[in-house]
């Protein structure tokens, strides 16, 4: 089945600056690659999905690449601010099969 | 985004009694809804997958007689904790996929179950 990767654990950056997240998954079959965002208590909230006819996809301060040859795909948020802090996961999944999680990055954006 | 909603959020209860989750999609008919637990400061790990008319499809491990799924409407699924135990208590999550989109996949606020 899938595995996904997911690095770093933790990320702290200054405000500002920008953060990179990155994920790599096992199963070539896999064409869907969704990244949420959960801040404490919450439940996690879609931010950004890629598919893989597609290599990068942009979104305001958020963008998603996908490298479908290394079976890589990262998270960049440019202009970090406070309140993006909190626990980003990726996620992949083909056809009609549940989505496998990374294991989450702590990201904490300091003033 | 597509709106799910999950109740209770925080659910207190005696060891031996059982709790009931509901998880609805507000804005769509849901076919397929997932269920999740997290631990604190760990990923999301899926319990079962709820389709629509049928018997839940749950994930190696997982308890089928003591984690009761129903989804018995397209808006609708529920999980029940039967003889819940200190252990039981964790953060469970649900999630529905919304038909049509191609698999976009969006979650409820999730409950947080403390058993004594």
């Known amino acids: 089945g899938e595995n996904v990767e997911q690095h770093p654990s933790t990320l702290s950056v200054q405000e500002g600056d920008s953060a990179v997240i990155k994920c790599t998954y096992s199963?070539?079959?896999?064409?869907?690659f969704p990244w949420y965002k959960q801040e404490l208590g919450k439940g996690p909230q879609l931010i950004i999905d890629?598919?893989?006819?597609?290599g990068e996809k942009k979104d305001q301060r958020i963008a998603v690449t996908l490298n479908k040859t290394a079976k890589h795909f990262s998270l960049h948020i440019t202009e970090t601010q406070p309140e993006d802090s909190a626990v980003y996961f990726c996620?992949?999944?083909?056809?009609?099969?549940?989505?496998?999680f990374g294991k989450g990055t702590r990201l904490s954006v300091i003033a | 985004g597509a709106v799910v909603s999950q109740h209770p959020s925080w659910v207190i209860c005696k060891s031996g009694t059982s709790v009931k989750i509901e998880c609805r999609s507000l804005?769509?008919?849901?076919?397929?809804m997932f269920w999740y637990r997290q631990f604190p400061k760990q990923s999301l790990m899926l319990m079962a997958t709820?389709?629509?008319?049928?018997?839940?499809?749950?994930e190696q491990g997982v308890e089928k007689d003591k984690f009761l799924i129903n989804h018995a409407s397209l808006t609708l699924s529920t999980l029940t904790v039967t003889s819940a135990h200190p252990e039981d208590s964790s953060f469970y999550i649900c999630?529905?996929?919304?038909?049509?989109?191609?698999?976009?996949?969006?979650f409820g606020a999730g409950t947080r179950l403390s058993v004594l």
């Open positions: 999630s529905a996929r919304v038909p049509g989109s191609r698999n976009i996949q969006y």
């Open positions: 199963d070539s079959a896999s064409n869907y």
């Open positions: 709820s389709n629509e008319g049928s018997k839940a499809t749950y």
């Open positions: 890629i598919r893989s006819n597609v």
């Open positions: 996620a992949a999944r083909g056809g009609n099969t549940p989505l496998v």
């Open positions: 804005d769509f008919q849901a076919t397929t």
